[in-house]
């Protein structure tokens, strides 16, 4: 994803399956329902660059067989709905350096073979948290 120009999100779900790119450069962009996924299950690596940006409603990473990892860097990301990390195989989860603001944080995580929700180095702020089964590091 590689914004250009003016973003309007309309109260819509964009999805990134299938990335020429494992970069997303959504700087500064407000999106209502985000959902980045492998549904091929190849396993790329998505990394946040340039800017952070929000989510109005939620933002879902859906992991295929081979597992995905996803970084935010040191940028601002607020999702005022639900982070929801789910599908199968692994999934870290970088939040880097910057500030996270979340509702709600689900780990679908009973099918995960390794779950991984990094915070060490962010700040990250969330309301509730709430795991669906298996063992989260």
Do not use: E
């Not at 952070?52 to 409603?57: D, E, H, I, P």
């Not at 999702?79 to 679908?108: E, I, K, P, Q, W």
Request: aromatic share 10%; net charge negative; hydrophobic share 35%.
């Amino acid at each position: 994803f590689n914004r250009v120009g003016t973003f309007n999100h309309n109260n819509g779900t964009v999805k990134i399956t299938t990335p020429a790119s494992n970069n997303i450069d959504a700087t500064g962009d407000t999106f209502y329902n985000l959902t980045v996924g492998m549904g091929n299950s190849s396993g790329y690596d998505f990394n946040l660059i340039n800017d952070g940006f929000t989510v109005l409603n939620d933002l879902t990473f859906g992991i295929g067989t081979a597992g995905g990892n996803f970084g935010v860097g040191a940028h601002d990301i607020d999702v005022f709905g639900t982070l929801h990390l789910a599908g199968t195989g692994r999934c870290y989860f970088n939040c880097g350096s910057g500030t996270m603001d979340v509702n709600n944080v689900l780990l679908d995580s009973s099918d995960m073979t390794d779950v991984r929700l990094n915070t060490q180095t962010c700040t990250f702020n969330v309301t509730s948290l709430r795991n669906m089964g298996g063992a989260v590091v």
